[in-house]
Structures are given as structure tokens and as C-alpha cells.
């Protein structure tokens, strides 16, 4: 028995070398896609690591890179009526003690803190912060009661 011309298996045999190219053509265009983005996905990671370590430095700089720094002092309201009470605010890094002179109550190291004034007259207050290495620092603002 011969087979006829345009048997399912005959056309099944024409077409497969078709089939085979285009399968493997799909498969390396979906292995590109796959690698592009793997790449680009990549390279947004080393940007982003980048950035961070970048704003890492930036905060450690900031903070005082293990050195004793007084980060922030003032004062909410600088300007207050005579009678009327006010904040002090600071903000040290790497103290051990903090003071702050004109009898305001004892305080300690803090990354942001405030303690309450009440100034009879303007007055200058000085925030002093030390480390254990013997450091000291210092800052002073003034307090304008009117």
C-alpha cells in the first residue's frame, strides 16, 4: 500500500522543520526578554545600593561619625512674654552627659529631646555635652523675654 499524496503523516513531515524553527525562535526571544529584564533589574539594584551607601555616609556624617557632635539646640519660642514658659530642644550624638546651665532640670543624651523654661529675664543658656574620651562640647542660645 502506497500512501497518499496529502496524508495526515505526510503533512505532519512538511510542516515539522516550520514548527521546529519557530519553536526555537520563540525560545530565544523569550531567553532575551528574560535576560533584558534580569539585566535591568540588576542594574537597578546596584543603583539603589549605591544610594544607599551613599545616604548611609550622608547620616553618619551627619551624626557625628562616632565623634561627639551637638546636632541641635534651640529654642521654641525664642521670644516670650515675661511670665510665659518656653522649650529648650537639642539633640546630641555620642555624648555620654549633657547639662544645660541656669537650673534647668538634669537631662541626659538624647537624639531629640526638650525640657520646659520658664526665664524670669532674657537669659543665654549654654547645653555642654562630653564623651567618654574626655570630648566636650558646647552651645548657646538666648532667650528673649519682653
Known sequence: ???????????????????????????????????????????????????YIAQARKTSEMYGSGQLKILLFYAVPPVVARGESSQLCYSVANATTVTIDHGVEAIKPSLSRCVPIKPARSTTYTLSAADDKRNHASQSLNVEVR
Open 1 to 51: 500500500m502506497s500512501q497518499q499524496p496529502n496524508s495526515p503523516i505526510q503533512i505532519i513531515r512538511k510542516m515539522l522543520p516550520y514548527t521546529t524553527a519557530a519553536a526555537c525562535l520563540a525560545l530565544l526571544y523569550m531567553a532575551w526578554v528574560f535576560y533584558s529584564r534580569w539585566s535591568e533589574n540588576r542594574e537597578l539594584q546596584r543603583q539603589a545600593d549605591e544610594e
